[in-house]
């Protein structure tokens, strides 16, 4: 790969950093240790994390799934499918081009020498060795998702379920919302319902009208919680991209993991 990454002013090694950036940037960045220069060390980590690492990988299959239609093709392929290897394509491309701006304002005048790398002697490893590097893999990933990632989700939950407004307002509420009142009539008198379910038959049970009404509650709750009203405070900014409250809260909350994007938008 060395002629390929001599485009980007990198060497063959740097391919292996940014080819372990694939599955997330952190070892990528750590892998650039192996590169003999300075300059393209530094170039090689701001590049890194423009590849697609797998934790994009759920959020980009949920905004192309949203997004593009299942049924488009081009050709015999499917758009879906090369919208994600587009996506993809795209994060290698724009690596590269990030690598060789840093490398053009960096080494200007400099000569790029030759390859060379002395191959060290290849070993067994020894087991004690191989299982104390899977626990420090192991225990860095375990940190982050019983730290960052679980606090986050948590405080997201509080927030979402958390009003801002009292249970005489939600009934002001329901009693102007005909969806809302028609069920809170039934669950007073269910021999009385008209409220259909799913199937189109009508609901007379009391606890399956009960669970309509506390899921109408939730969702009042929620769409008059804390969290929903920072998620439409920040609507002017993402209203040109079509996105509602509720992928705001997600798209926030991606700024502490990427992973708590999914999660977000799962309990919402």
């Known amino acids: 790969m060395d002629k390929v990454m001599s485009i980007a002013g990198l060497e063959g090694r ?11 940037a952190i070892p990528g960045i750590m892998a650039t240790r192996t590169l003999p220069s300075t300059k393209d060390r530094v170039a ?3 590049a890194a994390p423009l590849m697609t690492c797998s934790a994009r990988l759920p959020v980009y299959v949920i905004m192309i799934s949203l997004t593009v239609d299942s049924k488009a093709k081009v050709g015999p392929f499917g758009t ?11 994060g290698a491309v724009s690596a590269m081009a990030a690598a060789w701006v840093v490398k053009q304002l960096t080494d200007r005048g400099s000569i790029l020498l030759p390859f060379y790398m002395e191959m060290p002697p290849y070993r067994m490893p020894r087991l004690r060795t191989v299982l104390i590097m899977v626990w420090d893999a192991c ?19 509080v927030l979402l379920n958390v009003p801002m407004r009292s249970d005489a307002q939600f009934e002001d509420f329901c009693a102007s919302d005909k969806e809302c009142a028609a069920i809170s009539a039934a669950v007073e008198k269910p021999e009385s319902s008209t409220v259909k379910g799913d199937d189109g038959q009508v609901i007379t049970d009391a606890d399956e009208l009960g669970k309509l009404l506390d899921a109408q509650k ?4 929620m769409d008059n919680s804390w969290a929903a009203t920072v998620g439409k405070a920040v609507q ?13 809260v997600a798209t926030l909350s991606s700024l ?4 708590t994007f999914v999660a977000t938008l799962g309990q919402i």
């Open 14 to 24: 740097a391919f292996v950093a940014l080819l372990s950036s694939l599955a997330c």
């Open 44 to 46: 090689t980590m701001l």
């Open 80 to 90: 879906r499918g090369l919208v994600m290897f587009a996506l993809y394509l795209l």
């Open 139 to 157: 225990k860095g990933f375990l940190k982050k998702a019983g730290t960052i990632i679980t606090l986050t989700t948590v405080i997201l939950w």
């Open 218 to 221: 939730t969702s009042y709750t």
């Open 236 to 248: 002017p900014v993402f209203e040109p991209l079509g996105f509602d409250w509720r992928i705001n």
């Open 256 to 259: 502490a993991a990427r992973e």
